[in-house]
Structure formats: C-alpha cells, structure tokens
C-alpha cells in the first residue's frame, strides 16, 4: 500500500480545525448557555446545515481515504498526482489553520457559525476583519481548493464547488443580518473593506 502523506497531512489539519470550532462551540455553550448558533434558529439555516454537513464529513475523510489508498471507487480515485504540488498544497492548509486562528482569536465571544434573526453582535473590524469582511470565509475557501488540487477526485472536486458556492452565499445572508442589527456603520464597513480581497492597502479604521 502506497501511503499519500501530504494527504494524510491535510486530513490532520482539517480534523484538527473541525476539532477545534467543536470545543469552541461548547466553551461558548457553557459561557453563554447558547452553541454559537451551530444549529441556527432560522429554518434556512437549518436546512443548509443538512447539506453543509455531509461536506464537511466529507472534506475530513476524503484526505485519509486517499492518503491510505482505500480510493478503489472512481469517485474517490484523484484523475491526476502531483506529488510536489501535493505538498506545496499541503503547506497551504496548514498556513489556512494557522491564519483562522488568529480570526477566531480576534473575533472571541463575537464568534458565531450561523445567523440568529434575533440576535445583535458586536461589529468585529479589527485584526484580519480590517482587511477583509469575511476572513474565515476566505480561509476556507482557500483550503478547501488546496484540498481539491491535492485530491483531484470527482468527489473531491464537486464538495469543493459546494462549500464555496455555501460560503459565497452565506456570507452575504450575514452581510443582510449585521446591516439589519448595525445600521449606517456596517455598511460604511462594507464600502471600504472587501468581502474576501482587500480593497485597499491600509485597515479599516471607522
């Protein structure tokens, strides 16, 4: 059996990752009495949950699947292996992890995985949030293509084009939410800073 490490490498990343938005989902249950809204009140988040689920499963798993040759079936087979582009892809997970964590650092007891109608947070536009809407966001989006590149399978491929379809769209569900909840100052927020690119060099300063 042929072992895939820079595979391996990116099923660790992404189950450490996962990992950790669980212990953060239950630090903020036991703080607040609330799961950062992982299962959102609302009933469309509810049901994108039901598709957003499976992916994440799958985006774990798939990377032990390959990386210990158990991708017998087509759809789990990569159509191509590069192994240096592999590792370059690897080292870009790991750079992603590292970067969300400093977002999650940053944003604290603001953090939230979903939309509550009824609930008003604090604006975080500090930190990474200063030069770009949705950092997290972006992060992931850029994992998820790393993981895709590495594991080119069919699979692999179409839970990428999902999550980030997901992710392009959530983002603007909670772009609704905090213009709603924050007003005028969201959205001078959004006019100077990018949802997943910076628009400019310098920070967001209010």
Same mark, same amino acid.
């Given at each position: 059996?042929?072992?895939?490490?820079?595979?391996?490498?990116?099923?660790?990343?992404?189950?450490?990752?996962?990992?950790?938005?669980?212990?953060?989902?239950?630090?903020?249950?036991?703080?607040?009495?609330?799961?950062?809204?992982?299962?959102?009140?609302?009933?469309?988040?509810?049901?994108?949950?039901?598709? !957003?689920?499976?992916?994440?499963?799958?985006?774990?798993?798939?990377?032990?699947?390959?990386?210990?040759?158990?991708?017998?079936?087509?759809?789990?087979?990569?159509?191509?292996? !590069?192994?240096?582009?592999?590792?370059?892809?690897?080292?870009?997970?790991?750079?992603?992890?590292?970067?969300?964590?400093?977002?999650?650092?940053?944003?604290? *007891?603001?953090? /939230?995985?979903?939309?509550?109608?009824?609930? *008003?947070?604090?604006?975080?536009?500090?930190?990474?949030?200063?030069?770009?809407?949705?950092?997290?966001?972006?992060?992931?989006?850029?994992?998820?293509?790393?993981?895709?590149?590495?594991?080119?399978?069919?699979?692999?491929?179409?839970?990428?084009?999902?999550?980030?379809?997901?992710?392009?769209?959530?983002? /603007? /569900?909670?772009?609704?939410?905090?213009?709603?909840?924050?007003?005028?100052?969201?959205?001078?927020?959004?006019?100077?800073?990018? /949802?997943?690119?910076? *628009?400019?060099?310098?920070?967001?300063?209010?």
């Amino acid at each position: 059996m042929t072992v895939n490490v820079p595979a391996i490498l990116i099923g660790l990343i992404l189950a450490s990752y996962w990992g950790q938005v669980m212990y953060m989902t239950r630090r903020a249950k036991r703080a607040t009495g609330r799961a950062a809204n992982v299962v959102p009140p609302e009933l469309l988040g509810r049901l994108l949950r039901l598709i !957003w689920a499976p992916i994440i499963v799958i985006w774990i798993a798939m990377p032990f699947v390959v990386g210990f040759g158990a991708n017998s079936l087509w759809l789990l087979e990569p159509l191509a292996h !590069w192994p240096i582009v592999a590792w370059i892809c690897s080292g870009i997970v790991v750079i992603g992890y590292i970067a969300t964590r400093r977002c999650w650092k940053t944003m604290g *007891k603001e953090w /939230r995985m979903g939309i509550d109608p009824a609930e *008003k947070t604090k604006m975080v536009a500090s930190g990474p949030f200063a030069y770009v809407r949705h950092p997290i966001y972006a992060l992931s989006q850029m994992m998820m293509i790393a993981t895709a590149v590495a594991i080119p399978a069919p699979l692999m491929i179409a839970v990428a084009v999902t999550h980030i379809l997901l992710l392009q769209w959530e983002s /603007r /569900r909670e772009e609704q939410h905090m213009v709603r909840t924050q007003g005028e100052a969201y959205s001078d927020y959004c006019r100077q800073v990018g /949802r997943f690119l910076p *628009k400019r060099f310098g920070p967001y300063s209010g």
